[in-house]
C-alpha cells in the first residue's frame, strides 16, 4: 500500500553538527518528494523537494539524497542551528493528482 | 501577500455543538487543500479544491464533516455535530497549479471539543 514513514522519531545534535533525517517510502510509483519543518504553532513550510528522476539537490544548508533502489529519502542539515529545531516531514506524491501523503515526522532538537 | 489565513486559531466547543472553520488561500492559487493534524495519525488530507471545485473528498471521514468553496478567495470546513474525537489542528494550504508541488500551510485552527 502507498505509505510514508520515518526511520527516527527524535533526533538531538549539538549546535554546529550536521543532522541527518530519514524518511522511507513504499509506493515505488511516487515520483516526487518534498521535505517540510514545520515550528511549534504553525503551519508545515517547505524545505526542499526532489523528484524522482534526480538523486541528489541542494538548497541552502540543506540537501535532499532520493535512493529509489531502496526507497529512501534523507534530509541533510549543515552546520544546525538553533532555529532548525522543528519537526520535519517528507511527503510524497504520485503523478499530477497533487495528493501529498505526509510521514508521521520527525522531531529534531539542537542543543547549544 | 498575507500567506493562507485561517481563523479562528482556537476553538474549544462542546460535543454536539458546530464548528466552522475559514480559510483565505493566497491570492492567485487555484488549488486549496484540509489537512487535519493529530499527534497519532500525523497530517491527513481531507479534501482538495481546484478552481472552486472539489476535487477529491475520500479524506473525510464522516458526513459529519463538510467543506465549501464558494468563490476563490474563501474555503469553509464545516463539523456538524461535533465530536470530542474531532479534537486537532485542521490546516488549510493553498498552491499554484502546475509546476512544483509546494505547499503553503496557514498558521492551523485548533479544535478541542469538550
Known amino acids: 500500500g502507498e505509505s510514508v514513514g520515518l526511520h527516527l522519531p527524535t533526533l538531538s545534535v549539538q549546535e554546529g553538527d550536521n543532522s541527518i533525517i530519514n524518511c522511507a517510502y513504499s509506493?515505488?510509483?511516487?515520483?516526487?518528494f518534498i521535505w517540510y519543518k514545520q515550528e511549534s504553532g504553525k503551519g508545515p513550510q517547505f524545505i526542499i523537494d526532489i523528484r524522482s528522476n534526480m538523486d541528489k539537490r541542494q538548497g541552502q544548508r540543506v540537501t535532499v539524497l532520493l535512493n529509489k533502489t531502496v526507497k529512501h529519502l534523507s534530509l541533510q542539515i549543515a552546520a544546525t542551528q538553533p532555529g532548525d529545531s522543528a519537526v520535519y516531514f517528507c511527503?510524497?506524491?504520485?503523478?499530477?493528482?497533487?495528493?501529498?501523503?505526509f510521514g508521521k515526522g520527525t522531531l529534531l532538537t539542537v542543543n547549544p | 501577500d498575507a500567506g493562507v489565513i485561517q481563523s479562528p486559531r482556537h476553538e474549544v466547543t462542546e460535543m454536539g455543538q458546530e464548528v466552522t472553520l475559514r480559510c483565505k488561500p493566497i491570492s492567485g492559487h487555484d488549488y486549496l487543500f484540509w489537512y487535519r493534524q493529530t499527534m497519532m495519525r500525523g497530517l491527513e488530507l481531507l479534501i482538495y479544491f481546484n478552481n472552486n471545485v472539489p476535487i477529491d473528498d475520500s479524506g473525510m471521514p464522516e458526513d459529519r464533516f463538510s467543506a465549501k468553496m464558494p468563490n476563490a478567495s474563501f474555503s469553509t470546513l464545516k463539523i456538524q455535530p461535533s465530536e470530542p474525537r474531532d479534537s486537532a489542528v485542521y490546516f488549510c494550504a493553498s498552491r499554484q497549479g502546475g509546476g512544483t508541488g509546494e505547499l503553503f500551510f496557514g498558521e492551523g485552527s485548533r479544535l478541542t471539543v469538550l
Open positions: 509506493n515505488s510509483a511516487s515520483d516526487y
Open positions: 511527503a510524497e506524491n504520485k503523478g499530477s493528482n497533487y495528493k501529498l501523503t
